[in-house]
């Protein structure tokens, strides 16, 4: 065989070798939309100690101008997360509904699982810990006690993949991490969730009853709940009629990915290919002087990912309804009258009841630009009244939130007020 013939044979070889790759690398990208939640194996036992259960609470810290993010994660997540790891005796005051699934182990470790835009990362309190290696991640997590551990990655909007001006479907960019499934499968539980949230002690004692449940949302609308149902049955998904699923989840590792990956990609479908003013159905939402995002709560656009949960949960669960919504666990409102400690997980809504996530923002910024409308004494009260340690034990809700975000701007702050001035 001539030179010319090898060379030629060996071009062949190595086409025919990518088109197999590029094809099963497509297959692998679409067969989870096959795969029942509870088909999947059960979840095999960390390598730790076997009266210890390890929760992972996965977030990604995106940018934001002025630092909105930072301050939200630093005054409310990571301030939540610290208390509940040093007050985990309230957990003797924790009392469950009938038919609420506690833990099964004596001893609960959370960890904070940050993947954080790059430029956002420098904003991070100083005792959460950097690493790029699994083996680095290992050394960090053999250590037997709860730790905030982060990784710099740069957002999905930033990835020509995916749509660059839906800045909400950077909530999924730790699904782009090389490593992210070696790292949550050494834990037992993930929750995923949002900046503005707050975890309770509560959390160390409750657990799912189901493999993955997600907080109560509000974006349900008659017009979507139908229309949701006609596009599963054209992308060939099917749709068993639960609705209205909330950002927060809360599951095992296996079930939590398939999932993940699963929404994402049904999210990026309907954000760019469900809300064109042409398409059949929706005469009734783009009419003269609407917004090109649609119509609330109708069909709008920028909850594409909320849409893209739906449909896919709907799809991967079999047996799904609505008990597979924790509501009053995940996600309970900020402003609840009720004792804290009811709640494992509390989300800021939108409103001006206290706790109003956007009430503390707009002091802290004011704050940090020296507004001179903001009334000085008001904020002074805030922190001083707030300022060192107090039980939990008797606290409604919102004197919870309100404790915590006004606690942490004293005891968290001053690191990430430092970096956001420096950021910009």
Known sequence: MSYHSLITHYILLVTCVIIWIILVWHVADLSYKHIHIDSVKPHNKSAHKEDTERIAVLVYLDYKQGGNFAIEFCTFLYASWKYVMSHSYLTDYVR?????????????????IVFCHPTTCA?????????????????????????????????????????????????????????????????????????????????????????????????????NRQRLKNISLKLNLTHRGVTNFGSTWYGRPKQFLIAAKLTLNISR??????????????????????????????????????????????HLIPGINQSYKAIDLLDAFSSRRKPALLYPHIHCWHGEAEFSKHRFINNITSLLHLDKELKSDDVKNLITDNIGDKNARDMLA???????AWNAVGNHLPHVVTAILKIG
């Not at 919102?398 to 915590?404: A, D, L, S």
């Open 398 to 404: 919102w004197e919870y939130c309100m404790y915590i």
């Open 123 to 223: 904003s991070l309190p100083t005792d959460c810990l950097k690493w790029s290696t699994l083996t680095q991640f290992d050394l960090k997590w053999m250590i037997n006690s709860s730790n905030c551990m982060y990784r710099p990655l740069p957002p999905l909007t930033q990835n020509p993949n995916y749509p660059a001006k839906y800045e909400y479907l950077n909530t999924f960019s730790f699904l782009q991490h090389m490593h992210l499934g070696d790292v949550l499968m050494r834990y037992d539980w993930i929750l995923r969730s949002d900046t503005d949230v707050f975890l309770t002690p509560t959390l160390l004692k409750w657990r799912p009853k189901y493999n993955l449940v997600t907080g109560e949302g509000g974006y349900g609308d008659l017009f």
């Open 96 to 112: 469950f509904k009938k038919g609420v699934s506690r833990r099964c182990s004596n001893h609960t470790l959370i960890d904070l």
């Open 269 to 314: 479908y309907l954000y760019e290919n469900e809300f064109k003013p042409n398409l059949s159905g929706l005469e009734v939402i783009f009419t003269e002087g609407t917004d090109s995002n649609g119509k609330w709560p109708m069909w709008w656009r920028p909850v594409s990912t909320m849409y893209g949960s739906e449909l896919a949960l709907n």
